[in-house]
């Protein structure tokens, strides 16, 4: 997925990387499962004001819970597998990419609530091991909560849905792993 560097050798790389996977993967799940949840008449709902105004706060709820767990993933994983120590990092980063987010118009209470589940796992987090506990696993449920479909459709869909941006994640673990190979920054 990502081919913008054959490597990942600087912080700024790893920044671009948390960015754009969690952009991508929240925005591939969210809208790939409201397309296939509603079929053919998607392209109607897309003209509804209301459905577009829930879409678009779905969005930033499940963008910004992508950043909080793909940043923990990141940083995990250079401190377990890459000797990198320097975990303060993670919330610099993370709080650089949600800021110019908010200014880009993320929605106040995706920009809070993720502010908010940030600061706490990040006094709590042990990182040595959470790149390898199911890091991805509040994103995923946030997809699950937040998604603008009928709660007694989501009930049938929940594994399904949880799985597709589990796997989504999977992929994006796999890419860094390989792409942070000669990082080593100390």
């Known amino acids: 997925m990502f081919a913008k560097y054959r490597q990942i050798k600087s912080l700024g790389q790893v920044k671009n990387f948390i960015q754009e996977q969690s952009s991508l993967v929240s925005q591939m799940t969210l809208y790939g499962y409201l397309k296939t949840r509603m079929g053919a008449k998607h392209v109607l709902m897309f003209e509804d004001k209301d459905f577009l105004n829930s879409i678009n706060i779905a969005k930033w709820y499940v963008y910004s819970a992508s950043l909080v767990d793909c940043t923990f993933f990141c940083f995990s994983f250079l401190y377990k597998e890459r000797n ?14 949600l800021n110019t987010e908010k200014a880009n118009g993320m929605h106040s209470e995706a920009y809070e609530r993720a502010t908010k589940e940030f600061n706490s796992r990040y006094q709590q987090i042990n990182w040595m091991n959470h790149c390898s506990l199911k890091p991805f696993e509040y994103s995923s449920n946030e997809l699950y909560h937040w998604s603008p479909i009928a709660d007694e459709l989501k009930k049938l869909d929940k594994k399904i849905v949880l799985n597709s941006m589990l796997l989504k994640w999977n ?10 190979s000669r ?3 100390k």
């Open 84 to 97: 990198f120590s320097k975990t303060e990092e993670a919330n610099k980063v993370f709080f650089e990419i």
């Open 171 to 180: 992929n994006v673990q796999d890419d860094f792993k390989r792409l942070t």
């Open 183 to 185: 990082f080593n920054l």
